[in-house]
Structure formats: structure tokens, C-alpha cells
């Protein structure tokens, strides 16, 4: 398997990509991939930096694991391939779209367009085994995405991270709060929606808000 982060990423993360544990990391799911059936498919794996380069990151959306449903997972935490019935989370964060930004609920919930734009769509652990979730952490995968967020902490200014949900939040530590702007919500999972952590945060406008605060383009959500 090719573990090829795109150009505009590779320059910032050489050190990690050349440290013990993410060569343990690589041989690991080389192997779970050729033994099991994994997701996203190989060449999706760095879609998050794919679709988003390093100097076009203005928002950070952190998630957990990819998708462990057969043709879900794409590489972008939340995002699901075209055709692909939405999941639970990904219906609650359209359905808080519809209030707070006012858009019509999406047929597709491919959210590449969204990356394109400038967000960085992150899940902590960017592999998973077919049916079981979590499978893959533990590995080293945090161990890389966390390098990622305190990357662009240190060498980036006024990012918006948006975090949802406990796990998200403890990636705060990784973040210079006095540099970046948080916006921090229940997850958009209904366990905690139906709970009232989620609907009417406002998240989405309070991104473009603050990014129209900066001068810089608002995302089309």
C-alpha cells in the first residue's frame, strides 16, 4: 500500500511520517487491508488532505473513525460516497444546516465540496476494519492526527476549529486558544442530539461570521 500524504501536507509532516510508530502504523493496516475488508478504499485514505491543502485550511471539523458500513466511508469524517444512504449523524448535521444557515437538505451527503473550500475534515483514525468500529485505533493513527492539529496550531492563524462532541474536545490541549477561534457543540450523533446538545448550536453561521470577520470567503455549507 502507498501511504503518500499530497505535497502541500508532506512538507509540514515529514518528521512524523519518518518516525517508528507510523512506519508500525503503515505495516499494520497494510496488513489489515489485506486480510480484511477495510475502508475507505486505500486510495481514499488522506482524502481529508487530498481535497484541502495545507495553505487553504480555514476550518478543522475533527470526527472519530471512518464509516464501517460496505461503500460509506470516503476519507472525510461525517461525509458519505454519493448514492449512500446519510447515517444518523450526518441527517442532524443537515438538518441543523436547514435551520441555521437556512439550506435545503442535501440528496447527497458527499461533503467533498465542503473540503474544497477549505476545511479540513478530519477523523482521528482513518481506517477501519468492515463492521467494527474502533478497530483500528490504538495504532498510531491519533498519534498523526494529533501532530496534525498541533501543526496547523503552530504554524497557522485564526483556524476555526469546530468540535463536537467529548472526543473532539479533548483536542483542544493541541490547540492555541489565543491564535485560533473553537467552537465547541454536543455531536451531532442522536444520543446527544435528541439530548439537546446539538440542534441550535449555530455552528455553521458562527464559522462564517468569523470568517467574514477575517475578510476571508464564507463557506458555501
Known sequence: ?????????????????EKPYFEALKEFVATEYETYQCYPKPEAIF?????????DVKVVIIGQ?????????????FSVNDDIIHPPSLRNIFKELETDVNKAYPISGNLESWAKQGVLMLNATLTVREGLAGSHQNKGWETFTNAVIKTLSDQKHGLIFLLWGSFAKQKTKFIEKSKHHIISSGHPSPL????????????FSQTNAELERQGLPIIEW
Open 65 to 77: 473513525d471512518p464509516y464501517h458500513g460496505a461503500g460509506q466511508a470516503n476519507g472525510l469524517c
Open 1 to 17: 500500500m502507498e501511504f503518500n500524504l499530497p505535497p502541500s501536507w508532506k512538507s509540514h509532516l515529514q518528521h512524523e511520517l
Open 192 to 203: 446527544s442530539a435528541n439530548r439537546g446538545y446539538w440542534f441550535g448550536n449555530g455552528c
Open 47 to 55: 482524502n481529508a488532505f487530498n481535497w484541502c491543502s495545507f495553505k
